[in-house]
């Protein structure tokens, strides 16, 4: 039977006493008020997996850029007596064909993820919600005829188009950030755009023009701030988003060169020696890493998510 | 005869994230066989999870903590799951509030019920479908073949509540649960489901409880009512005992918060003060007492138990209010202190502040998502006139659909005429340039009916009483700033309110908050699109008074917008009746509420429940038939002859012109009139006025 729960004045959304319990019974209104950012911290710190998420993301930064100071193996040059070596006190996670330490790779792969990864999300997600938000606020054709280009960009596949491009030039850091950059755009691009159309029609910018303000104010005072949320989770999905597609280029063999790699490039070197067996350090360490801090940005993302759900935030 | 259902000492619990809610605390009821019990109260105060529980349909974390619900003597609260799913559209029917969300969209109707029947009865798929049509048909679909063959959209939100019924009765339920069955609808609509609940029961023998808010509602159909507060049931009686001889004082006061009793003695609304407690840690003794004008410190301490003086009259109270208790004197001061009111006076009060000529706006209706072609027009407003003078109210009411919040938002200027002008102080404010319009906009605010929606989230509520002065350059920042505590103070509102954020307040202050917003620009004319309608009663009376006190301090002029006719009738000096776009009927409230003219208006005051079970059970009158007709393609002549009990011929051939009636500037535009006119056909323009 179609007897669902349902939205009512008494309905269970609303058992919660109406009255917040900041505000006591006779209206008056307790405690300091606490800035919304500190609340919103409150919301994002009572999820657990998103606090286990940022500790990991923290713990990576600091292996992949503080790392190598401490833990020093050099990274620059081939060391054949190297090749293959197992695991041992000098090599804590042995070496790989090229006789490089696999620890110290992991580093230098993960700056070159980090960097890319978060460079590439925020180009993305800067040019996506400017294109985005223009295209809403505009509406009607200019709208439309901007959100077909980005439905066409979105038709094509983009591991095929990066491939191709990877090909006709050897694509240093800078030129990866560009490349993912350009295929990641249009999914924030979308996401401002409907969250501008539907913050347009709200009524606290109708009582902007009420009061006789301008359509810039309504925009830059009451739009943008209620969008900000929304681009910023899209953000941090980018970064984990943009190491994925890194990853894959580098198993495709169109990463990082050498002397210089990233972790899917390692797994994809490690899978040649998979089958001969036992070189077991040569793709799980690279891969546990790419998926523990990918599920990281993700919880993280998740989290941001309520955080600034500001219904949410403390009551 | 043994009772039907018996609940008893039922505790439901909710786990949320700051604790556990207590959302029912020890409620027992009995109902017998073919008795409607009505269930009251405020919204949060566990009525609606008192009748989940009996369906085993609590939200996520909500479960039963203790207590029974016997159904024929069989415990419910032991069931299986499975068990429960054989009881739940079988044994207990339910009717929720919004009828479109419980419909699926993508059945057809005949199809959804067939599978209500074929879940609990051992059917063919003809038999099941033959049943739908049946139960359809008894609730009054018509030609109920063709349209079992339809999807929930294509019905009207009226229909839509009668498929619902006819759902929960497809297996003959012997219990029928309807929470809010008509809050989603207008009033005309609303008297007819009653009616056909009620006549459901009486020709099935089902026992019916009906959940509700509105007293009104369960004056006229309800047996027996259980009036709950904070969790608990605070009196249970029958009908007639409690609408006359409330003991409890929170059921006085709700009786006393009521604008239509209000509006006839002319007094001051009483409003409850204050909030319900929360029910995740309940206040010790009683749960009232913190709002309660009778309370004594025993209150505070012991909880008082449900115990009754006369058998079958139980409330929980210490000091119950009545002829028999206390002094009646002492008891009354508290509520009478509103001084008589003398009629505001101040400079250019009287004067015509408003008036709308002419006034007509079409929506186009277009096809296809890139070329939309236009393929007809929907008459939202059309050819309306009236006057509004300064320091009185305008109440427009009508039902949903009727134009009345279209003409809100011309005069506020959100949307632009099609046709007609809107003179404000005999300028008309259409032909204004952009920036005399921007300057205009002090003059005229907007008083919105969602105050959550209408308050950006994100900024401090002194952030967002300054910003009209900041738009309008208004004052230096310190003096602005003063302004907003200024303003806080006279809406009722703590100075350190101006920190907080929109979802800190409840939806009565941010009722106030709103207001203040639309204070800020000390506007002449304030435009009140349904302000209270999202509130409780009590709440609703603190809104109200609030409007009408500073209303008289300020001099403001009010547009007031609301399809509850008593609060119309409470704030309003005058009352514009609309239908479809028209304006039917104008003229003084208590004239047009006393003596209508337009049948449609007499037949919207006949549908209006009252809270008084003996006014409610006389009504003779079937209100308002049928449903309001597409405006897309409105009925030629006079609008409203498709639903008229007295239309004929010419109804549809001549629209009727405004006549004016006994009474200072009573005009209504009917052929058939219930009042004799006493004058010919006045032009439209001026009809509005009175000489």
Known sequence: ?315 | MAPLLEVNDLRTQIKLREGVVHAVDGVSFQLEPGETLGIVGESGCGKTMTALSIMNLLPTGGHIAGGSIKLNGQDLTSLSDEQMRNIRGNEIGMIFQDPLTSLNPTMTVGRQIAEAVSLHRDVSKEQAMDRAVEVLDLVGIPRVRERIKEYPHQFSGGMRQRVMIAMALACEPKLLIADEPTTALDVTIQKQILELIDDLRRRLGMAVILVTHDLGVIAGRADRVAVMYAGKISETTDTETLFERPRHPYTEALFQALPDKAAEAGERLYSIPGLPPDLVNPPTGCRFAARCRYAADRCREEEPQLLGEVAGHEFRCFYPVGPTERNEAGRLTAYNEAPTEAPIAGPGIGDVLLEVKHLVKDYPVTKGAVLQRRVGLLSAVADVNFAIRSGETFGLVGESGCGKSTIGKLVVGLEKPSGGSIDFEGKDLGKSTAREYRRERRNIQLMFQDSYASLDPRMRAGTLLREPLVIQHIGSKKAQLKRVDEMLDRVGLPRSAADRYPHEFSGGQRQRLGFARALMLQPELIVADEPVSALDVSIQAQVLNMMKSLQREFGLTYLFISHDLGVVRYLSDKIGVMYLGKLVEVGPAEEVYLRPAHPYTKGLLDSAPVADPETEKAKVSEGVRGELPSAIHPPSGCRFRTRCPLAQAICAEVEPPMRRFPGEGHLAACHFPLQTPVGDAVAPASSALPD
């Open chain 1, 1 to 315: 039977m179609a007897m669902m729960p349902h939205a009512d004045p008494a309905g269970p959304g609303t058992v919660i006493p109406e009255a917040p319990p900041a505000v006591s019974a006779a209206g008056q209104i307790q405690a300091k008020p606490r800035s919304m950012f500190r609340r919103g911290w409150e919301v994002f710190a009572e999820n657990k997996l998103a606090l286990a998420g940022l500790g990991f993301v923290i713990f990576v930064v600091l292996f992949c850029f503080v790392g190598p100071h401490i833990y020093s193996t050099p990274q620059a040059t081939v060391q054949t007596q190297d090749y293959l070596c197992h695991p041992s006190g000098a090599h804590l996670l042995g070496c790989d064909e090229l006789g490089y330490d696999i620890v110290g790779r992991l580093m230098v792969g993960g700056q070159n993820d980090i960097e890319v990864g978060l460079a590439a999300a925020f180009i993305a997600c800067l040019f996506g919600s400017i294109y985005g938000a223009v295209s809403g606020f505009i509406g009607g054709t200019v709208d439309a005829f901007m959100m077909r280009i980005v439905d066409a960009i979105l038709s094509i596949p983009f591991v095929f188009v990066l491939v191709v491009l990877a090909r006709l030039f050897h694509p240093g850091t800078v030129e990866l950030i560009g490349l993912i950059a350009v295929t990641y755009w249009p999914a924030p691009a979308r996401l401002v755009r409907g969250e501008t159309l539907t913050l347009r029609t709200r009524e606290y910018v109708a009582a902007v023009k009420v009061a006789g303000g301008r359509n810039s104010r309504a925009v830059l005072r009451h739009v943008m701030p209620n969008a900000v949320g929304t681009i910023i989770v899209q953000a941090t999905f980018a970064v984990a988003d943009s190491i994925v597609i890194l990853s894959s280029l580098g198993f495709l063999g169109f990463g990082i060169q050498l002397p210089s790699t990233d972790w899917g490039s390692m797994l994809s070197s490690g899978l040649n020696f998979i089958q001969q067996g036992g070189y077991w350090w040569l793709i799980y360490p690279a891969g546990l890493l790419i998926i523990a801090t990918v599920v990281s940005f993700n919880f993280i993302g998740d989290a941001l998510r309520d955080a600034f759900e500001t219904r949410l935030q403390r009551r």
